[in-house]
């Protein structure tokens, strides 16, 4: 493993400091840095029939990933001394908190945007993840690919993903973030950082597959937190955050209301037939 150059511990400042998506507008930054971002590219498709290779070496189309759940798309080269991993990291967190089941739910894909990793580095790299998601079934939903450089560029170039390659370091400049998918591998959400919520992440996989995973509670959720593209997270929605409440203010008084009815009612015959008390058709005197 190389050690983090100054040209990687630069752009994990930018990074954590928010400078992304759209590190080229900062002129504060290295020039190399003012190339790489995420160019958001929402509701496009991505080219299904690129091809790449999977963990044994064998030629695959995207296509082959997509069609019964959403996809986690990450571009993370296998080398990558700090970023990526921490990306990885980040991703296996937020999906444990999430508490969706990969392969039932949804399946991740990991792209290299190196063209010198080898399907070899992929077999490692899956295993360490594998390992640390701590469910040995997802290894038949989380692919680790490889690819020409052709094939890179083109699937960078749909997502809007923006990277260099920085020769004197070896290494390369480039944001941190996922990308979500729908089953026909259209570009539903970004997630920018290192660090990915399990609510977030749950919410965009969820609005990802049209409603097809998740719970009634999900629904309220996407009902009151709406999707902030410019941040790549979720954030609560104020207006129907009144709305809900106005209408959860409703019901309760309206139930409040209905047992102060339902307790009179229950006292009248009470007090009709106690001690002292008069009932229908007695007479006095």
Same mark, same amino acid.
């Given at each position: 493993?190389?050690?983090?150059?100054?040209?990687?511990?630069?752009?994990?400042?930018?990074?954590?400091?928010? @400078?992304?998506?759209?590190?080229?507008?900062?002129?504060?930054?290295?020039?190399?840095?003012?190339?790489?971002?995420?160019?958001?590219?929402?509701?496009?498709?991505?080219?299904?029939?690129?091809?790449?290779?999977?963990?044994?070496?064998?030629?695959?189309?995207?296509?082959?990933?997509?069609?019964?759940?959403?996809?986690?798309?990450?571009?993370?080269?296998? !080398?990558?001394?700090?970023?990526?991993?921490?990306?990885?990291?980040?991703?296996?967190?937020?999906?444990?908190?999430?508490?969706?089941?990969?392969?039932?739910?949804?399946?991740?894909?990991?792209?290299?945007?190196?063209?010198?990793?080898?399907?070899?580095?992929?077999?490692?790299?899956?295993?360490?993840?594998?390992? @640390?998601?701590?469910?040995?079934?997802?290894?038949?939903?989380?692919?680790?690919?490889?690819?020409?450089?052709?094939?890179?560029?083109?699937?960078?170039?749909?997502?809007?993903?923006?990277?260099?390659?920085?020769?004197?370091?070896?290494?390369?400049?480039?944001?941190?973030?996922?990308?979500?998918?729908?089953?026909?591998?259209?570009?539903? !959400?970004?997630?920018?950082?290192?660090?990915?919520?399990?609510?977030?992440?749950?919410?965009?996989?969820?609005?990802?597959?049209?409603? !097809?995973?998740?719970?009634?509670?999900?629904? $309220?959720?996407?009902?009151?937190?709406?999707?902030?593209?410019?941040?790549?997270?979720?954030?609560?929605?104020?207006?129907?955050?009144?709305?809900?409440?106005? $209408?959860?203010?409703?019901?309760?008084?309206?139930?409040?209301? @209905?047992?102060? !009815?339902?307790?009179?009612?229950?006292?009248?015959?009470?007090?009709?037939? @106690?001690?002292?008390?008069?009932?229908?058709?007695?007479?006095?005197?």
């Amino acid at each position: 493993m190389r050690i983090p150059t100054a040209v990687g511990l630069l752009l994990a400042g930018a990074l954590l400091s928010g @400078a992304l998506p759209c590190a080229s507008a900062d002129p504060a930054l290295p020039p190399i840095l003012k190339k790489v971002g995420f160019d958001q590219r929402l509701n496009e498709t991505i080219p299904l029939e690129t091809v790449f290779r999977d963990e044994a070496g064998r030629d695959v189309k995207l296509g082959e990933y997509f069609g019964a759940q959403p996809v986690v798309l990450v571009m993370a080269y296998y !080398r990558c001394p700090m970023l990526c991993t921490q990306v990885l990291n980040g991703l296996v967190e937020g999906l444990r908190e999430s508490r969706l089941t990969m392969g039932q739910d949804f399946r991740v894909v990991t792209v290299s945007f190196d063209p010198s990793d080898s399907p070899k580095m992929a077999v490692a790299k899956k295993a360490n993840y594998i390992r @640390a998601y701590a469910d040995p079934k997802a290894a038949a939903d989380w692919h680790f690919l490889t690819g020409t450089q052709a094939s890179i560029d083109r699937l960078a170039q749909a997502i809007g993903f923006r990277y260099a390659y920085d020769a004197p370091s070896d290494q390369y400049a480039h944001a941190a973030g996922i990308v979500v998918l729908t089953p026909a591998g259209r570009i539903s !959400r970004y997630f920018y950082d290192v660090h990915y919520s399990g609510r977030d992440l749950r919410l965009g996989l969820v609005e990802a597959s049209q409603n !097809r995973i998740g719970t009634a509670i999900d629904q $309220v959720m996407l009902f009151c937190f709406h999707y902030d593209p410019t941040a790549g997270r979720y954030g609560a929605a104020i207006m129907n955050f009144v709305r809900a409440g106005g $209408v959860l203010t409703m019901l309760t008084l309206g139930l409040f209301f @209905a047992f102060l !009815r339902r307790g009179e009612r229950r006292r009248r015959p009470m007090l009709a037939t @106690a001690p002292g008390g008069r009932s229908h058709g007695e007479v006095v005197g």
